[in-house]
């Protein structure tokens, strides 16, 4: 091991400010549904651009949650992307709805958006896309816009990956991913390996007053306490000298749905966390600087990289890379493995969802996007996180080009 401790692709960060805010609301009234979850959907809210936020239990139940509010349903198609986690496909078949895949860019990993005008006009029943923003790196939203609005096509940004991301448009006003500027919901997850985490947990992001209420209800078993919203008048009141006291038991089950609710401690770690959300990016970018310059130098341009338009800000949420593995004997897992010895970790993302058994009984055929087979068979994400140094990513290309010449002999 060349570490003393094993060095993961991806870990989170947690100080004394993290615990010391998870430690006080344990120690008050509240430990769920209390006001410790709102502030944090404001600050959120406040962080990415968006009028509201919904915080729940985990990034999944926010993608399924997009789709019960956007109405997605039975027979309906929605497009989304193969190279991202499992969890963007199921939630549309959770729904009962049918899944289109599309093909990626290689420069990005994302969506290529020259292909989506296409597969909509040839699929009559596509009413949403969960456009996933891979790695942090922002999808052209305008230009993903202007396509669904012509096609009359809902959109779920799949953020994430970018929370912290942002696009320019026009080179003028600049935009974050969960502003909801050119959508009309974001989901984010807070995951230990995202940019912020609070343990398990994600968030909904919206511009509707409509879709934020409803949301609200389907987080909580599909229940208001929203007097404005109650249906039942007699039931919410009790007449008295011929005027109406409120009932302060009155709640109303108004849909069906299930319990994402998140914990007020967990949204404490979230404001938490939140508040160092600068310093992590800036300490991911110079990682990434690192890396960049380290690629260039050590390796005679055998290992390649992703290409990030100028007018984007991101992220970096990961750092993959480029090689052919092909010419190596014992392809990536070698090259994985050698790495583990030097106690260094290594990721794939991802492996192509329709290659899954799910998937391909699904769809009963072969399904082979070029783009994303070729991704697929060449990518590998390198260590990147707060806790490391920034001498790190040289001594981790070097061993990584070294392990690549000789696994060639």
């Avoid at 947990?201 to 609200?216: E, H, V, W």
């Avoid at 290659?355 to 990147?384: A, V």
Wanted: charged share 25%; with cysteine.
């Amino acid at each position: 091991m060349i570490y003393k401790e094993f060095l993961p692709y991806n870990k989170q960060f947690i100080d004394a400010s993290d615990v010391k805010a998870v430690v006080k609301v344990l120690q008050s009234d509240f430990l769920t549904t209390g006001p410790e979850c709102l502030n944090f959907e404001i600050n959120f809210a406040r962080y990415v651009g968006s009028k509201y936020a919904v915080a729940v239990n985990n990034g999944t139940s926010a993608l399924y949650l997009s789709m019960l509010a956007l109405g997605i349903q039975k027979n309906d198609k929605v497009i989304t992307s193969p190279n991202t986690f499992v969890a963007d496909a199921n939630v549309i078949r959770l729904v009962r709805a049918d899944v289109l895949f599309s093909d990626i860019e290689l420069d990005t990993g994302n969506l290529d958006l020259d292909l989506i005008e296409s597969l909509i006009k040839k699929n009559k029943k596509v009413k949403a896309i969960i456009a996933v923003h891979f790695a942090g790196y922002p999808i052209d939203m305008k230009r993903l816009r202007a396509i669904c609005k012509r096609l009359n096509i809902l959109i779920v940004e799949d953020g994430c990956h970018a929370l912290g991301s942002s696009y320019k448009i026009d080179r003028k006003k600049k935009y974050r991913v969960g502003s909801c500027k050119y959508s009309d919901l974001t989901t984010f997850s807070f995951h230990p390996i995202k940019n912020i985490t609070t343990g398990e947990g994600g968030a909904i992001t919206t511009n509707s007053k409509r879709l934020y209420n409803l949301l609200l209800q389907l987080r909580n078993h599909g229940i208001t306490r929203n007097k404005e919203l109650f249906k039942n008048k007699l039931l919410s009141s009790t007449k008295y000298k011929e005027k109406n006291i409120e009932n302060e038991w009155y709640y109303e089950s108004q849909l069906l749905s299930e319990n994402f609710r998140i914990t007020d401690f967990q949204c404490a770690l979230g404001n938490s966390q939140l508040k160092k959300l600068n310093k992590f990016i800036i300490k991911r970018k110079n990682l990434v600087d690192q890396y960049i310059i380290n690629l260039r130098n050590e390796t005679n341009n055998e290992i390649g990289f992703f290409k990030y338009h100028s007018t984007n800000d991101t992220a970096f949420h990961l750092f993959c890379i480029k090689i052919d593995f092909s010419k190596i004997h014992g392809g990536r897992a070698r090259i994985m493995n050698l790495l583990k010895k030097d106690g260094i970790g290594s990721q794939l993302h991802y492996i192509p969802i329709y290659k899954f058994p799910y998937y391909q009984n699904y769809f009963k055929k072969k399904i082979i996007l070029n783009n994303t087979e070729k991704h697929y068979q060449t990518t590998l994400s390198l260590p990147l996180h707060y806790a490391m140094t920034l001498d790190m990513p040289k001594f981790i290309i070097k061993r990584l080009y070294k392990h690549i010449t000789e696994s060639k002999k």
